[in-house]
Antibody
């Protein structure tokens, strides 16, 4: 069974940083692209970026809306996906999801990030 | 960015009825590899979005055949027959042909 479990969310002040983690299990982690998506309360999801699989060199693509502030990485020995978020703003407040692939066939349960003073 | 426009925003339905949701993209979703990467998701209250249909018309694992997707180019439709209580929630279309990936604003399916 495919499982994705995010962690690391919480309350952070504007200008601060946070790193989210996503532990994957039930599939061969290195075979898959992995995505991050966020959803502000009551709004549609917003794709943040993707990191490719082993066959495609683990390179990443980002939404221009977060490029330069957010970085996606992965630890393929522990099957963990990361999202490093810097210079956080109030508008980054959302539920953050990791998802498998670029079709995002499986999603985690999400973790809340609140940016507020 | 590719703009995804969903119609309607809200869709009242009677249980057992049939509904259609429209999704239009601001540019063609045909990829250079020939595939069309248009997908449909359902987000039930308090849950993560779940994939229903991928690449226009392919039902994801475990999705009942009451759900069907169709369309091409920039114009796509999700149809739900014999609506059941478990089908209620917000439906999103999404494209992964072009970076950045984008989602529609959602269609809320609710009981009439």
């Amino acid at each position: 069974e495919v499982k994705l479990l995010e962690s690391g969310g919480g309350l952070v002040q504007p200008g601060g940083s946070l790193r989210l983690s996503c532990a994957g299990s039930g599939f061969t982690f290195t075979d898959f692209y992995m995505s991050w998506i966020r959803q502000p309360p009551g709004k549609a999801p917003e794709w943040l970026g993707v990191i490719r699989n082993k066959a495609n060199g683990y390179t990443a693509e980002y939404n221009p809306s977060v490029k330069g502030r957010f970085t996606i990485s992965r630890d393929n020995t522990q099957n963990i996906l990361y999202l490093q978020m810097n210079t956080l703003r109030a508008e980054d407040t959302a539920i953050y999801y990791c998802a498998r692939g670029i079709t995002t066939d499986y999603w985690g349960q999400g973790v809340m990030v609140t940016v507020s003073s | 960015d590719v703009l995804m426009t969903q119609i309607p925003v809200s869709l009242p339905v009677s249980l057992g009825g049939q509904v259609s949701i429209s999704c239009r993209s601001s540019q063609s979703l045909v990829h250079s590899d020939g595939n069309t990467y248009l997908h449909w998701y359902l987000q039930k209250p308090g849950q993560s979005p779940q994939l229903l249909i991928y690449r226009v018309s392919n039902r994801f694992s475990g999705v009942p055949d009451r759900f069907s997707g169709s369309g091409s180019g920039t114009d796509f439709t999700l149809k739900i027959r014999r609506v059941e209580p478990e089908d209620l929630g917000v439906y999103y279309c999404s494209q992964s042909t072009h970076f950045p990936l984008t989602f529609g604003s959602g269609t809320k399916l609710e009981i009439k």
